[in-house]
């Protein structure tokens, strides 16, 4: 099974702050990546989805990606107390005659007012 | 458009019985897929179909089934429940075609006693 990691967190920072997520992987052939939100309770939702390195931003969002270096990030600006979710990091993997998502277990953000 | 719906919403089960977890999706994506969430362990997948009429096997498969007779509808059917069953079930379909993000149902809420 190839890994996905990621800190499960807590991750708490103040109002207005930059939270950084991290999320690293194991299979150097990855070509496609995913960051989504859940919250408690509730089903994820996509964020973003990155596959060339460098920096993709989108709103408050960025997602950078180091292929060299097997990890992907998300960076929230501006982090708002609704920010407040578990992030998902996902990395597409051949499965079958498609492709799958192979999921880390997320890491909790909380972000205090 | 509803997306992805998920029947039931929640559900307690005696073990031993016959249950199936209903999907359906109204966006034409050819891939569906179905997860279980626990605790610690993050999402874990436990069949997929990549097109209508084809199946297969995800990470944990043992003790469940599914079927995929057209586009729209991906049941998940646990023939005989038992207790390590007790889990949220999501649902979730990807449009294939070289787009990989996956997009997932409200869940079903799962206890077997």
């Known amino acids: 099974q190839k890994e996905v990691e990621q800190n499960s967190g807590p991750l708490s920072v103040p109002e207005g702050a930059i939270a950084s997520l991290n999320c690293t992987y194991s299979?150097?052939?990855?070509?496609?990546f995913f960051w989504y939100r859940q919250y408690s309770g509730k089903s994820p939702e996509l964020i973003m989805f990155i596959y060339s390195n460098g920096d993709k931003e989108d709103g408050r969002f960025t997602a950078q990606l180091n292929k060299a270096s097997q990890y992907v990030s998300l960076l929230i600006r501006d982090s708002q107390p609704s920010d407040s979710a578990t992030y998902l990091c996902?990395?597409?993997?051949?499965?079958?005659?498609?492709?799958?998502?192979?999921f880390g277990k997320g890491t909790s953000l909380l972000v205090t007012p | 458009i509803a997306g992805i719906t998920q029947a039931p919403t929640s559900q307690i089960l005696a073990a031993g019985r016959r249950m199936t977890l209903r999907c359906t999706q109204d966006?034409?994506?050819?891939?569906m897929y179905w997860y279980r969430q626990d605790l610690g362990l993050g999402l874990r997948l436990i069949h997929y179909s990549n097109t209508a009429g084809t199946t297969g096997k995800g990470e944990v498969p043992d003790g469940y089934s599914v079927s995929r007779a057209n586009t729209d509808d991906f049941p998940l059917t646990l023939a005989s429940a038992v207790p390590s069953q007790t889990s949220v079930y999501f649902c979730?379909?990807?449009?294939?075609?070289?787009?990989?993000?996956?997009?997932f149902g409200p869940g079903t809420r799962l206890t077997v006693l």
């Open positions: 966006m034409r994506h050819n891939a």
């Open positions: 979730a379909s990807s449009p294939g075609g070289g787009s990989d993000t996956q997009y």
């Open positions: 996902a990395v597409k993997v051949p499965l079958g005659s498609g492709y799958a998502l192979n």
């Open positions: 299979d150097r052939g990855s070509q496609s």
